[in-house]
């Protein structure tokens, strides 16, 4: 069967109408101030000290490559890194130490927000927020589109570029099978420095406002992720402005999904033609794929057919040819013996004449 171009289109104006006559999940939002009882994790970035501990049990539990560099080379903060497919959740060095004064550290991953921006903007739901906390992605719903990405404020997601077939895109996901067995999320549990914190979220934000009403000289007067864009599973402490930390200082506390409401709104188009579009490009995509692999079992299978049956000829005749050959042997031997018996027979008229 041939997948037209007309097929194609209708497919699209399909996909096109069903979401026309679906409310969009980002107009209709409504604020969620989180389920009750959730987890998260608490950085005080004044008690980092760089080691990447975090980083290394981060690879191990997921399955990642290796450290480019040792954990212990300096080098690796000359420059900003972002979490990739290879690493989900990289240390930043934001201020270098200068005689008594420290360096500032921060770890850099998925925020796990309370209302995730990611899966607002993600027309096939690819992202749910879970219960406890953490942020989800299912694979198989997927098209690739990538919205994602650019809807996350803090530059937490990745994509897995170079695998052609199957790409995903990839982040922290907080240790979420570890926290279904009872266990705390990996960085949580290596680091040696007692900077990362894991707990029910209530209790975090209790546990870091107790520290700076006992050291306010140490930090800045604020929980970075307690109600940034929404709120955040995450939450920071710091002793330097957030800013110089790559964090949204000032940063709105209506969540992003709700910010974009009124966009979304006079932009139908986008909402309805082109998640659509994208939707029937996936479709035609896959499609040729599997009309390509269909093709070409036909194809092996014609050939393999067309092979067995001249296989057969050729058998039939070398059979035919050996039957032909069988039979002059026994002409010529039978032909051999009686000229041999004709030539005996002279031979021996001649020693006996009558």
């Given at each position: 069967m041939i997948f037209s171009r007309r097929r194609f289109l209708g497919g699209v104006a399909a996909g096109a109408g069903a979401l026309v006559a679906t409310p969009a999940q980002g107009a209709s939002h409504l604020h969620f101030a989180g389920h009750p009882g959730r987890i998260g994790l608490l950085h005080d970035t004044t008690l980092c000290v760089g080691c990447r501990s975090c980083e290394v049990a981060c690879k191990q539990v997921n399955s990642l490559p290796p450290l480019v560099r040792p954990a212990d080379d300096k080098s690796v903060f000359d420059k900003k890194r972002r979490p990739s497919d290879k690493s989900y959740t990289v240390v930043n060095r934001y201020r270098a130490g200068a005689g008594k004064t420290p360096a500032v550290y921060r770890k850099h991953q998925c925020m796990h927000c309370n209302e995730p921006c990611c899966a607002s903007v993600c027309f096939v739901k690819a992202f749910s927020k879970t219960p406890e906390g953490p942020v989800l992605y299912d694979p198989s719903v997927c098209v690739g589109c990538r919205y994602c990405m650019t809807a996350c404020p803090y530059n937490?997601?990745?994509?897995?570029?170079?695998k052609l077939w199957d790409p995903r895109v990839v982040r922290c996901t907080m240790c979420y099978p570890r926290?279904?067995?009872?266990?705390?999320?990996?960085?949580?549990t290596v680091c040696p420095m007692g900077a990362i914190t894991y707990g029910r979220r209530d209790e975090l934000l209790q546990v870091a406002r107790n520290r700076i009403d006992r050291r306010p000289n140490r930090y800045v007067n604020h929980i970075f992720g307690e109600h940034e864009f929404g709120g955040t599973?995450?939450?920071?402490?710091?002793?330097?402005?957030?800013?110089?930390?790559?964090?949204?200082?000032?940063?709105?506390?209506?969540?992003?999904?709700?910010?974009?409401?009124?966009?979304?709104s006079v932009v139908p188009l986008v909402l309805t033609i082109w998640p659509g579009l994208l939707l029937g490009i996936y479709a035609f995509s896959k499609r040729k794929e599997k009309l390509s692999q269909a093709e070409l079992e036909q194809t092996v299978a014609r050939v393999l057919a067309e092979a067995d049956e001249q296989t057969k000829k050729k058998l039939a005749a070398a059979a035919q040819r050996a039957g032909k050959d069988k039979e002059r042997a026994v002409a010529l031997a039978v032909k051999k013996a009686l000229a041999e018996a004709e030539a005996t027979a002279k031979e021996a008229d001649k020693e006996d004449p009558k």
């Open positions: 937490a997601l990745s994509y897995e570029y170079d926290i279904k067995q009872g266990k705390a999320p990996a960085c949580s599973s995450w939450l920071f402490l710091s002793g330097v402005p957030f800013k110089e930390l790559d964090l949204h200082e000032g940063a709105s506390h209506t969540p992003l999904p709700e910010l974009s409401k009124s966009f979304l």
